[in-house]
């Protein structure tokens, strides 16, 4: 079983395993990484779901944690204001704001040598201080669905203009083969974002 992307010449690029918000699993016949984000407590899901009270007070959802492992017991919580976001722990990093889209929070550290295999393959994103949303950002090429428009592949020009100081796996994975990512947010106007 293949774990890891490869371009034409052998040159391994990213290895997905490496990361435990990565779940490698079956998409019909094929074997697919899959990335898994919760807006209800996981146990509430994984148990018959919620009741229409509920759903009725928590609306979509009342929080947003990360699979990190092989069962939905195993998650990182998200913070839903930025202040309460942990960055002393090697985990996010404080990154640009951009017009429409918010603060961003990312697991980039600043550093030009980070190992992108270390990295959440999420950017969490904030407005006013407050969650608005997250982007899935993985290192490989998607391919559209023609019936969805969902799937950016920003530039190393956008990419500059989000992370701050990126690593330079991340911009050679952007010239070899780009990036994939898709925007969720939580709120009806997010061109309205602000930090």
């Known amino acids: 079983m293949a774990r890891t992307l490869y371009i034409e010449d052998d040159i391994a690029l990213v290895d997905f395993a490496a990361h435990p918000a990565y779940q490698l699993d079956y998409l019909g016949d094929w074997e697919a990484y ?65 017009a429409g889209m918010g603060r961003h929070i990312i697991g980039y550290n600043y550093e030009d040598d980070q190992d992108c295999n270390t990295v959440m393959p999420m950017q969490v994103l904030y407005h006013e201080g407050e969650l608005s949303g997250f982007v899935w950002q993985h290192q490989a090429n998607i391919p559209q669905d023609p ?32 990036i994939s990512t898709v925007h969720h947010y939580f709120f009806n106007n997010p061109w309205n974002a602000i930090c």
């Open 147 to 178: 019936n969805t428009d969902y799937w950016e592949y920003p530039p190393a020009l956008a990419i500059q203009g989000i992370i701050d100081s990126p690593p330079k796996c991340l911009m050679d994975n952007v010239a070899n083969f780009g």
């Open 34 to 98: 899959f990335t898994t984000a919760y807006f209800v407590d996981p146990a509430i899901i994984c148990n018959g779901g919620r009741t229409e009270a509920e759903f009725q007070s928590q609306g979509l959802g009342d929080r947003l944690v990360v699979q990190v492992g092989e069962t939905a017991d195993i998650v990182e919580s998200i913070p839903m204001l930025e202040k309460d976001i942990a960055t002393a722990d090697d985990l996010w990093y404080v990154h640009k704001c951009f």
